[in-house]
């Protein structure tokens, strides 16, 4: 747990570069239309390491995080590398999907990173424009952060 720690204390520390679009999202044409294409956003940007796209598809009925003024961009840059850490994947399969309460969707997924596969429940919900991955269970998906890939 305390190499855990100090790894993602450097991992914050260390300087990320993003890119500032225009807009303040996806724009109707790219927009996920419903919550399997945002959780494929969500894992994609993970597994790219894309600090912007993952900000753009994690969020709330209000909208993507990275436009939410209630954390400051440092706490949401740290939050995002946390994310990457432990989401981090080699695969995915989606095993369930099923409506959750409020209207949003509970997608059970199956992440394979390396030799390991750990499955937990991703949440959805439906924002003004499209649908967003609004939490995930990050307990049983703890050691993949840990773990390293086989070279």
């Given at each position: 747990m305390?190499?855990?720690?100090?790894?993602?204390?450097?991992?914050?520390?260390c300087?990320?570069?993003?890119?500032?679009?225009p807009?303040?999202?996806?724009?109707?044409?790219?927009?996920?239309?419903?919550?399997?294409?945002?959780?494929?956003?969500?894992?994609?940007?993970?597994?790219?390491?894309?600090?912007q796209?993952?900000?753009?598809?994690?969020?709330?009925?209000?909208?993507a995080?990275r436009?939410?003024?209630?954390?400051?961009?440092?706490?949401?840059?740290?939050?995002?590398?946390?994310?990457?850490c432990y989401?981090?994947?080699?695969?995915y399969?989606?095993?369930d999907?099923?409506?959750?309460?409020?209207?949003?969707?509970r997608?059970?997924?199956?992440?394979?990173?390396?030799?390991?596969?750990?499955?937990?429940?991703?949440?959805l919900?439906?924002?003004?424009?499209?649908?967003?991955?609004?939490?995930?269970?990050?307990?049983?998906?703890?050691?993949?952060c840990?773990?390293?890939?086989?070279?």
């Amino acid at each position: 747990m305390r190499k855990l720690f100090i790894g993602l204390l450097l991992l914050a520390a260390c300087k990320t570069t993003t890119t500032v679009n225009p807009t303040s999202g996806p724009t109707p044409a790219t927009a996920p239309s419903g919550a399997r294409p945002a959780l494929d956003e969500f894992l994609a940007a993970i597994r790219a390491k894309d600090l912007q796209a993952l900000g753009g598809a994690w969020g709330d009925n209000t909208g993507a995080i990275r436009d939410n003024k209630r954390i400051s961009r440092d706490e949401l840059e740290k939050r995002e590398l946390l994310l990457m850490c432990y989401f981090n994947h080699d695969s995915y399969k989606v095993v369930d999907d099923v409506p959750a309460a409020g209207g949003e969707r509970r997608m059970t997924v199956s992440l394979t990173k390396g030799t390991l596969t750990r499955t937990t429940d991703f949440f959805l919900v439906s924002g003004p424009s499209r649908w967003y991955v609004r939490t995930a269970g990050m307990e049983a998906v703890r050691d993949l952060c840990a773990k390293k890939s086989p070279s």
